[in-house]
């Protein structure tokens, strides 16, 4: 069931983005980890508490195995991760969809701002530009945390949600002008032509914005230090009933690169 604007703490208009921002991206072994959630742009971000009747999934991944991630309704942070094992760990938090109501100015410049141009052209070609539109969103929020030392070994991998975003090589054993591979899928199968966008917390306005190819890929040029945020949106014809014309999906990675890592230097 789709919940209101309100009750999803939905950002201003065309300021959508909502990523994971752990309180440490690399933990000690049995540090107890703060896992919250942002919503902004250019990553100034406010926080969204833990709200029970969003969290459609909350979770961990590590060598272990998958679990939930714990927290308090209301709270900030909205989870709370112990970590134990060495290695990657893949946060994921998917939300259940909330609905908006945009003016055909503001969802207009929103197709544009994403690239969503299929459904700017399909607008025109239904003669709704300048229509206002109904839509229904979900998070697909990931964040990759380290514990000791990076390995190759160590990968990401698909957590399920609709849309993704993974890498395809730990980010944390980089060597400088080495590319960083991603791939987005929707439903499980590669997207093609979609816009991914990279962002780091040093300089957001320098961002990276490549179209995937045909598998779904993209190869992204990373600077050391700060947090990286990629990110990519998706929007479908809504379903029958849900009382929208669009659904949208909105796929985020976070991660760190530390300036001092000697992958790096």
């Not at 201003?12 to 942002?38: C, F, N």
């Not at 975003?165 to 439903?187: I, K, W």
Request: charged share 20%.
């Amino acid at each position: 069931m789709a919940l209101t604007m309100a009750l999803s703490g939905a950002p201003p208009l065309l300021a959508h983005d909502v990523w994971i921002e752990p309180s440490s991206y690399l933990p000690a072994p049995g540090q107890l980890v703060g896992v919250r959630l942002r919503v902004g742009q250019d990553l100034v971000g406010d926080p969204i508490p833990r709200i029970p009747a969003l969290v459609n999934q909350f979770v961990v991944e590590d060598a272990g195995g998958r679990r939930p991630v714990v927290g308090r309704p209301d709270a900030d942070p909205a989870g709370l991760l112990r970590v134990a094992r060495p290695g990657l760990h893949i946060v994921g938090y998917f939300s259940h969809p909330s609905r908006i109501e945009l003016p055909a100015d503001k969802f207009n410049a929103y197709l544009v701002a994403e690239g969503l141009d299929a459904v700017t052209a399909q607008r025109a070609r239904r003669n709704e530009t300048g229509a206002s539109a109904r839509e229904l969103y979900s998070r697909c929020a990931k964040s990759l945390l380290l514990v000791g030392p990076p390995g190759q070994a160590q990968g990401d991998r698909a957590l399920g949600f609709p849309l993704e975003l993974v890498a395809e090589r730990n980010p944390y054993t980089l060597g400088a002008g080495q590319d960083f591979p991603v791939r987005l899928s929707y439903q499980g199968q590669p997207l093609a032509g979609a816009l991914v966008v990279a962002m780091n917390s040093l300089n957001p306005d320098a961002k990276q914005a490549v179209r995937t190819d045909a598998k779904g890929r993209v190869r992204l040029r990373l600077r050391p230090g700060g947090m990286w945020l990629v990110k990519a949106v998706h929007m479908v014809a809504a379903p029958a009933g849900a009382d929208a014309e669009w659904e949208s999906f909105w796929a985020s990675l976070t991660f760190e690169t530390p300036a001092g890592n000697a992958a790096l230097d």
